[in-house]
Structures are given as structure tokens and as C-alpha cells.
């Protein structure tokens, strides 16, 4: 079995990850689930919860690309960006036991946390000013 990467390791890893991957697109879809909006990631900021090792806080600032499909709106022009927040955190049951995983549900944020994690983004150019 694999060791479990600590947090500033993960950090490290999905930093490392997003550079090589960056020109990559990916897809979500759309509320009508026959078509898919297609976002580029810009930039990330990953940032540890203080008060809990095994959970890493995600921001991201995501460009919009294009749409695919049959799709109920397009309310995007060019060069819409937004803000997608999640989180990663070490499952514990079933085969992601042990292993990083992304957040099922949105993020709860300790109230000392969020200013810090959101100064950390406009800092690392992920929030745009």
C-alpha cells in the first residue's frame, strides 16, 4: 500500500499537476445533461485547513471556452471567467480510503480560514482585483 501524501505534499502535487495541465480544457454539464459548458483552469490556490491535516481548500479561476451540445442557456460572452471552490480531502471508506479525493459537497470554511485562504488567492493572482 502507498503512503498517504501529507498536505503540503498534495499541495505540491496539484500545483505541479495544473502547470503541465493547464492548456487542458474540461467539461461540466449542463443543467439540460445533453449538452456541456467547456472551461479552461487560469490559475489555482490550494491552501491546508488549520484545524484539520487531511483537507485542502481549492480555488480556482476558470475561463469559459465554448458550449457543446443541446444546452438550455449561454448567457457567456468572451472572456467570462468565474470562480469555482472546492475542496480535497483523504477518504475514509470504500476504495478512496486513504487516498486524496475531491470534495463531494461544498466546502465548510473555518471563519479564520476563509480570509486568509481568499488573501492567499489575490496574492497568488488567482483573484482577479
Known sequence: MTKTLNAKEFIQKKKNQFEREKTRDFRVKDISRKGYHIWRKEAITLMRQSNYKEKVFVVERVKFIKTE?????????NDYYEYRIGYFIVGK???RNGHWTWGQYCPFIPVKDFDKLIEQAKVEGTILS
Open 69 to 77: 451540445g443541446d444546452i438550455l442557456s449561454n448567457h457567456r460572452e
Open 93 to 95: 471508506i470504500g476504495k
